[in-house]
């Protein structure tokens, strides 16, 4: 089985510096997806970044970009620029690369608690 | 807006009732997966339809159940509910389109507070 670990709790930042949430994974699967989802406090899972195990090629997004390490089963976050904005629940997520017309299922790890200070 | 559509958005009822919770995918979408979240559990995956057939199931309780019916809309029945119980449900689609760009897209959820 699957297991997605994120060890920070809770985090905060300062407006325009640089945070990094951390993200490490279990799995014997050698195609899946990692994401970022991130949890506002509207409640609403919003997509941030998305990596393909066989791309070694890290993710971005705007100020989003992961730090990929396939053989350490580690996949970080990195936000630049913080803002305000970005204040929420960070979840990396875990999905299995599924085949026959329909995907996997999403593993969570427990979330990480932002906080963008001004 | 994900275009995913959950009802109700809130729902406060008694240990030992039975609710009704509802979602629409995105236009075309195929898959549904029902999420359960908790404060205790975390994120937990239910179950998952395609195409109105049950592909996955994870941490289901057998006191609850979920179909999808032809016009792709999802239903998820809880029952003899428990305090326990109470926890925020997402569903989720994918599937128009590339089918293996792993992304799910969320509803807003249903927020169930069992008294």
């Known amino acids: 089985a699957q297991t997605v670990t994120q060890s920070q709790p809770e985090m905060s930042v300062q407006e325009a510096e640089t945070v990094t949430l951390s993200c490490t994974y279990d799995?014997?699967?050698?195609?899946?997806?990692l994401f970022w989802y991130k949890q506002p406090p509207s409640r609403q899972m919003i997509l941030v970044i998305r990596?393909?195990?066989?791309?070694?090629q890290n993710a971005t997004e705007n100020r989003f970009s992961v730090n990929f390490q396939k053989a350490a089963k580690s996949f970080s976050l990195k936000i630049s620029d913080s803002q305000l904005g970005d204040t929420a629940m960070y979840f990396c997520?875990?999905?299995?690369?599924?085949?026959?017309?329909?995907?996997?299922?999403?593993?969570f790890g427990k979330g990480t608690k932002l906080s963008v200070k001004p | 807006d994900s275009g995913v559509t959950q009802t109700p958005k809130h729902l406060i009822t008694a240990t030992g009732q039975r609710v009704t919770l509802r979602c629409s995918p995105r236009?075309?979408?195929?898959?549904v997966y029902w999420y359960q979240q908790s404060l205790d559990q975390g994120l937990q995956f239910l179950i998952q339809?395609?195409?109105?057939?049950?592909?996955a199931k994870g941490n289901i309780l057998e006191r609850f159940s979920a179909q999808q019916f032809p016009d792709l809309h999802s239903e998820l029945n809880l029952s003899s509910l428990e305090l326990g119980d109470s926890a925020l449900y997402f569903c989720?689609?994918?599937?128009?389109?590339?089918?293996?760009?792993?992304?799910?897209?969320f509803g807003e959820g249903s927020r169930l507070t069992v008294l």
């Open positions: 236009s075309g979408d195929l898959s």
């Open positions: 990596q393909e195990a066989y791309k070694q």
């Open positions: 989720a689609s994918s599937g128009r389109g590339d089918p293996y760009t792993g992304e799910l897209f």
């Open positions: 997520a875990f999905m299995k690369r599924a085949y026959g017309g329909s995907q996997g299922n999403l593993i």
């Open positions: 339809y395609y195409n109105g057939e049950e592909r």
């Open positions: 799995t014997s699967e050698n195609n899946y997806y």
